[in-house]
């Protein structure tokens, strides 16, 4: 076993170099700790060629100029009627842009090189270290162990590490997007035929669709320099009710004339399926115990179609950076002071949400990562079309019969927590 080193100066190892992870080692450059990144194996069936939308704004936020030399600037939102049958309903964007997963990691990590952050490859991490019954670093498959004073669970590392420590939310079904995409082979002439918009600038189409039993899916086409990306979610509860699989959904919305007319005569060159969280207002979940941290998809506010950019994933790596920063300078990082980080993804991200849905009946069933930021990817209800499964189905998940439905097995006012969270 490989001995724990000494050191003299705080050490945040941040398990996991994906967007999450590479944001946040950004944002903490200025704080006076040891800042480690250890790169995890990425599993075979993900993909990091698909790409997101991020703002110039975001880019300045944790460092990076306003425009990077692979970036497209994503001048027109066109939120479609797949039945061809409507006009694109418009909105005008003045700072997006879409790019690469692959290539916004790359950037991310040369800034931190270039600042002095150690990034380590190829360093999967297997286990914690403890001492005295606290986290007290992480150890990878290969023996190498790396003491901490804070160790952040982010995009990448094994969701059963958080699940040890009672940090992985049980979501139910209903908290939960499939998401699927398709990547086609495209030149840059075809790109820009396809989805241009003006002299320089490119469109993303954005759709609502009836996925299944009456219930919506959503779904948009980003373009890339050498390729153009169709990408759709549905919750995983209708998957799992209709009997639907997420590629199904996907060869639907394919036929579809805007969309089909989009990639017509292209080659398939890439597919991605996962299951992304996307909150609930059902339950209260942990985010943070002694020393320990999570920064990732567990959090449950990213937008499912834009997780390869930029959403509200930067909201909850700005929370968990000023939550660091002050533990520290007050060198405690233990479970009280480290509440600081959920008490602001609750005030900034999940209470504003919760206020305005209440505020409006017909919003409520609206999870989280509909109102965080890249909203406008989002189609409006208006001109939901219905696709060919659930246009003989009653549209049950808008009925009350359904919803009691939904409900049987469950206790009135019993809420779900993690381990040693208890209703007030």
């Not at 479609?80 to 990691?105: K, P």
């Not at 890339?224 to 919750?235: F, H, K, N």
């Not at 009280?336 to 991200?349: F, H, M, N």
Request: glycine share 8%; with cysteine; hydrophobic share 40%.
């Amino acid at each position: 076993m490989a001995a724990i080193e000494s050191r003299h100066q705080p050490r945040i190892v941040i398990v996991g170099a994906g967007i999450s992870g590479l944001v946040l080692a950004s944002l903490l450059t200025g704080v006076p700790a040891e800042v480690v990144v250890l790169e995890q194996v990425i599993p075979p069936g993900r993909k990091s060629d698909f790409p997101g939308i991020v703002m110039a704004s975001d880019l300045r936020a944790i460092g990076l100029p306003p425009t990077l030399d692979r970036a497209m600037p994503v001048t027109r939102i066109a939120h479609v009627d797949l039945t061809g049958t409507a006009a694109e309903r418009i909105r005008e964007q003045s700072d997006w842009m879409a790019i690469e997963h692959s290539h916004l990691l790359e950037e991310l990590k040369a800034l931190l090189v270039s600042k002095g952050v150690l990034v380590v490859p190829d360093a999967t991490v297997t286990e914690f270290l403890w001492d005295q019954g606290f986290v007290a670093g992480v150890r990878r498959g290969d023996g190498q162990s790396y003491a901490a004073d804070l160790v952040v669970l982010a995009d990448e590392s094994d969701p059963r590490l958080a699940g040890q420590l009672g940090l992985r939310p049980d979501w139910m079904p209903t908290e939960l997007m499939h998401l699927g995409k398709r990547r086609y082979a495209a030149t840059g002439d075809e790109v820009r035929d396809r989805l241009g918009a003006g002299d320089t600038g490119y469109r993303v189409l954005s759709f609502r669709h009836d996925a299944s039993w009456g219930s919506p899916g959503y779904g948009s086409v980003i373009p890339g320099l050498d390729s153009l990306t169709l990408a759709v979610a549905m919750s995983l509860e209708d998957a799992m009710v209709s009997a639907r699989h997420i590629s199904e959904y996907l060869d639907e919305i394919e036929r579809l004339p805007p969309v089909r007319d989009c990639l017509a005569n292209l080659t398939l060159e890439s597919y991605m399926t996962e299951v992304v969280p996307t909150g609930g207002f059902d339950t209260r979940n942990a985010f943070h115990t002694d020393h320990v941290l999570v920064v990732n998809d567990l959090v449950g506010v990213t937008n499912p179609l834009n997780r390869d950019g930029l959403s509200a994933n930067l909201e909850v790596c700005e929370a968990a950076a000023r939550t660091i920063a002050n533990a520290v300078a007050i060198d405690d990082y233990g479970a009280v002071s480290l509440r600081q980080y959920a008490e602001a993804i609750a005030d900034d991200v999940i209470s504003p949400v919760d206020r305005a849905r209440r505020a409006d009946r017909a919003l409520r069933a609206r999870a989280p990562w509909q109102w965080a930021s890249k909203a406008d990817l989002l189609a409006s209800d208006a001109g939901v079309t219905t696709g060919p499964k659930s246009a003989t189905l009653l549209r049950m998940s808008d009925s009350g019969a359904w919803r009691r439905l939904r409900g049987l097995g469950s206790l009135p006012g019993v809420r779900r927590h993690p381990p040693g969270e208890h209703d007030e």
